[in-house]
C-alpha cells in the first residue's frame, strides 16, 4: 500500500479535447486495497488502536472492496478481523473472499434476512476486544478519511470535483475538504437513492450541509452493481484510449456521466474538472476471463 503512487492523469482527450478534465489515481495505492476504502478506514483503524481493541469486525458482499480492504489493511496493522458476508457459504470462495482469508480474516456467512439486521449480528457477537466498523465505511470516521483524499496532491486548480457514489461516505468527506470555489458532484451508482442525499448530510455539520455540491441520478446501468455489454464496451475503449482500468461497480459509471454530461453542456468550458478514481478494480474479478482487456 503506498499512498505517493497516486497522480493527476490529464484525460482531455475524454471529451474530445474540449475541456480540462483530469483524474486522481487514488487506485494506484494497491492492486487489491482500492482507492478510497483506504482512506475511509484510515481512522475507524486508528481509533480500534488507541481504544485497545485487537480485532476489526465489519460487513460485506461476496466482492465487497470494504471487505477486501479491511483484511489487508488490519493485517498490515497486526489486527485481527472478522467479516460478516451477506449470502451463503458458497461452495467455492470469490477471489475477493480469498484475498481476506490469506489475510487472515475469519469470514462468517448470514443468509440475506439476518445480514439486514446489522444490530442482531453486533449483540450476537458481543466481545470488547473488537471495533465494529459499519457496512462500507459509511460514518463520521469514514468521511474524514475521506477528506484527506484532496490533500495527497494540490487539487486547488480545480472547480469541478466529481465521484462516484454508494454510501455516500466518500462524497461527504469530499464536501468537507472542498474549498469555496469548488463544486463537488456525485454520480449516484444505485437506482433511485433518493434517501443518499439525507445520508450524506448526515456526515456534514449544518455549515458544510450549505456548501456547493449536487448528486445525479440516473447513470446506474440497471442498479448496483449491474452492467451492460454497453458499459463493458465502454470499459474497454477507455482502457485502450487512456490507458485507464475503471471498474464496473463505481468508477466506469462515474466516468461515463461525466463524458455524457459533458456532451450535454453541463460544465462551463472554462472549467477544471477532476474525476476521483477510487479503485475498486479487484471488483472486475468478478468477470469471465477475456471480457476485460485488462
Ligand atoms: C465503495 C466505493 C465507492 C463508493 O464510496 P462511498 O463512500 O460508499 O460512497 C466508490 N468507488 C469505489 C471504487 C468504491 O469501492
Keep these: ?18 475541456l480540462s478534465i483530469s483524474i486522481l489515481r487514488a487506485d494506484l495505492i494497491d492492486p487489491v486495497v482500492s482507492g478510497n476504502k483506504w482512506f475511509k478506514l484510515q481512522f475507524y483503524v486508528r481509533d480500534a488502536i488507541e481504544a485497545g481493541k485487537t480485532t476489526l ?10 471487505i477486501v480492504a479491511t483484511a489487508k489493511y488490519g493485517a498490515t496493522m497486526g489486527l485481527q478481523t472478522v467479516g460478516f458476508i451477506r ?21 462468517h456467512f448470514v443468509s440475506r434476512e439476518d445480514f439486514d439486521q ?5 449483540s450476537h457477537n458481543q466481545d470488547p476486544s473488537w471495533a465494529w466498523i459499519p457496512e462500507g465505511g459509511y460514518g463520521i470516521q469514514g468521511a474524514e478519511g475521506a477528506r484527506t483524499l484532496l490533500t495527497i496532491k494540490d487539487t486547488h486548480a480545480f472547480d469541478t470535483i466529481i ?6 461516505t466518500m462524497m461527504a468527506g469530499l464536501i468537507k475538504a472542498a474549498a469555496p470555489h469548488q463544486k463537488i458532484i456525485g454520480i449516484s451508482v444505485l437506482k433511485n437513492n433518493l434517501s443518499i442525499d439525507a445520508e450524506i448530510k448526515a ?7 450549505k456548501k456547493n455540491f449536487e448528486i445525479i441520478h440516473g447513470y446506474d446501468f440497471g442498479g448496483y452493481a449491474k452492467h451492460t455489454p454497453a458499459l463493458i464496451k465502454y470499459m474497454n475503449d477507455t482502457y485502450k484510449n487512456l490507458e485507464l482500468p475503471l471498474d464496473f461497480v463505481y468508477t466506469a459509471k462515474l466516468m ?6 459533458a456532451s450535454k453542456g ?22 469471465k476471463k477475456g471480457t476485460l482487456l485488462f
Design 87 to 107: 449470502g451463503e457459504k458458497p461452495t467455492y470462495l470469490s477471489p475477493t473472499l480469498t484475498d481476506a482469508t490469506e489475510n487472515g480474516m475469519t469470514l
Design 256 to 261: 461515463y456521466a461525466a463524458e455524457d454530461l
Design 266 to 287: 453541463k460544465f462551463e468550458p472554462a472549467s477544471k474538472i477532476l474525476l476521483i478514481h477510487s479503485g475498486g478494480l479487484q471488483g472486475n474479478r468478478s468477470f
Design 118 to 122: 446489522t444490530e442482531k449480528i453486533i
Design 163 to 168: 465521484c462516484a457514489v454508494g454510501t455516500g
Design 203 to 209: 456526515l456534514l455539520t449544518s455549515k458544510e450541509s
Design 57 to 66: 469486525a465489519t460487513f460485506g458482499g461476496p466482492y465487497s472492496n470494504h
Design 1 to 18: 500500500m503506498n499512498i505517493n503512487n497516486i497522480y493527476i492523469q490529464d484525460i482531455k482527450e475524454l471529451c474530445g479535447n474540449t
